[in-house]
C-alpha cells in the first residue's frame, strides 16, 4: 500500500502547475494533502479529482487559507474533523483530517507555522500541545496508525540545512525539537528516520529566496508518523525533490507498507 503526504502549498496553483503528472506518477492509494487553500467550488471548472479516488475535503472557514484533503482509491470513512479541543473546537481553520481505510487509520495534519509573529507561535505551541494528547490514545489502538503533514518543525540537525544558523527561528526552536523527541518517547515512529537511518540529510520544504530549492537548502518539515503496527509494516520511505521543483515548496514524502 503507497501513502503519500504532501502540502501543495495551493491546490488551484499546483493544477495549474502539472500536479496532476504526479499522481499519475506515483500512483498511490492515499494522497493526504495540506495548505489546499480552497473551497470545493473554488475547484477549477475544467478539473476533475484523479480518476478512481474519492475525496474529503477540510478547508479552512477563511478562503484561500489552510485546508486539508485525503483522496482514497479504496473504500474510506471519515473518522472526524479537528481536534475538539479548546483551541479550535470547530477546526475553523482545517487542520486535521482523520480517517479510516480498511484496518488503517490516517490522521491528515496540518500544524501552525509560527513563523509570521509571536502570537501565532504562541497559537502555534498551544496546538501542539493538544495535538499531542489527541493523537495519544492512537499508539495503542488495534489498527496500523499514520500520522502525516506538515508538522512544521525540523526535529533534528539532520533535518535541516544549517541548524547553527537556525537555532532561533520558529520551526527548529530548542523546546519546538524537545516536543518532537517527546513524541517519539511515547511511542511514534519517525518512519523516514528509521528506513534512511540518522545521518540522511534528504528536505521537503525550501524557501522560495536565495535559489534554496535549486542549492537544496531545505528543511525536513513533512513527516510520517506510525504507531508499532505501522513500523512493522513499513517497506519504505523517499521524498520526491522533483515535486518540490515544479508543483509546491514542498515535496511529496512517499511512504510504501507491506
Not at 122 to 129: F, S, V
Not at 197 to 206: I, R
Request: proline residues 4%; hydrophobic residues 35%; negative net charge.
Amino acid at each position: 500500500m503507497r501513502i503519500v503526504t504532501w502540502n501543495v502549498n495551493g491546490i488551484r496553483a499546483a493544477i495549474r502547475k502539472g500536479i496532476d503528472k504526479f499522481f499519475d506518477k506515483i500512483e498511490a492509494d492515499v494522497w493526504l494533502l495540506q495548505e489546499v487553500r480552497c473551497l470545493e467550488e473554488q475547484l477549477p471548472k475544467d478539473w476533475s479529482v484523479p480518476e478512481g479516488y474519492e475525496v474529503i475535503l477540510h478547508p479552512a472557514q477563511k478562503k484561500g487559507y489552510s485546508g486539508v484533503a485525503t483522496l482514497s482509491k479504496g473504500e474510506m470513512k471519515e473518522q472526524g474533523r479537528g481536534m475538539q479541543g479548546q483551541l479550535d473546537p470547530d477546526d475553523s481553520e482545517g487542520r486535521v483530517l482523520v480517517t479510516k481505510h480498511d484496518d488503517l487509520i490516517l490522521v491528515n495534519t496540518y500544524l501552525p507555522s509560527g513563523s509570521s509573529k509571536e502570537e501565532r507561535q504562541r497559537y502555534k505551541e498551544t496546538w501542539m500541545a493538544q495535538w499531542r494528547d489527541f493523537i495519544h490514545p492512537l499508539l495503542n489502538s488495534e489498527y496500523t496508525v499514520i500520522v502525516a503533514g506538515d508538522l512544521n518543525i525540523a526535529h533534528t540537525e539532520n533535518d535541516i540545512w544549517n541548524p547553527k544558523g537556525n537555532m532561533k527561528s520558529s520551526g527548529f526552536l530548542p523546546h519546538e525539537r524537545q516536543w518532537f523527541s517527546d513524541l517519539l518517547s511515547e511511542g511514534w515512529h519517525d518512519l523516514f528516520r528509521e528506513h534512511v537511518g540518522p545521518d540522511e540529510k534528504t528536505f521537503s520544504w525550501w524557501s522560495n529566496r536565495g535559489q534554496a530549492r535549486v542549492k537544496d537548502r531545505g528543511w525536513r518539515i513533512d513527516y510520517l508518523l506510525g504507531n508499532q503496527a505501522a513500523l512493522e509494516r513499513l517497506k519504505s520511505v523517499a521524498i520526491d525533490r522533483q515535486g518540490g521543483l515544479e508543483v509546491s515548496d514542498h515535496a511529496p514524502v512517499i511512504l510504501d507498507l507491506h
